[in-house]
């Protein structure tokens, strides 16, 4: 029904910066509530940043002036860009979607994940 898939996760240094990318099928993106997890190996997946079909941005407070989620409607897309990288930012990062009418704080539609790996 709806695909995600992530692109842009590497290895980067400590204070370096990488912009995940979430290409997403379908022709109802521009509806869809989009965010970024990640999971680190042991730990749970953790919600880091959203963005509603109108814009607004929310962000788990460890990444508050260092992430920004953002969406390309016309491209079917969403990036984050993460700047100041530091080790504790090293997980798999998935982009997930949420169709209207928004009712579950579940998320419907997940991508496969990206690899990030930040070296000190």
């Known amino acids: 029904q709806v695909q995600l898939v992530e692109s842009g996760g590497g290895l980067v240094q400590a204070g370096g910066s990488l912009r995940l990318s979430c290409a997403a099928s379908?022709?109802?993106?521009?509806?869809?509530?989009m965010g970024w997890f990640r999971q680190a190996p042991g730990k749970e997946r953790e919600l880091v940043a959203t963005?509603?079909?109108?814009?607004?941005?929310s962000y788990v407070d460890s990444v508050k002036g260092r992430f920004t989620i953002s969406r390309d409607n016309a491209k079917n897309q969403v990036y984050l860009q993460m700047n100041s990288l530091k080790p504790e930012d090293t997980a798999v990062y998935s982009c997930?979607?949420?169709?209207?009418?928004?009712?579950?704080?579940?998320?419907?539609?997940w991508g496969q994940g990206t690899q990030v790996t930040i070296s000190s």
């Open positions: 997930a979607a949420k169709s209207p009418p928004y009712r579950s704080s579940r998320y419907d539609y």
């Open positions: 963005i509603t079909s109108g814009g607004s941005t």
């Open positions: 379908g022709r109802t993106f521009s509806t869809y509530l």
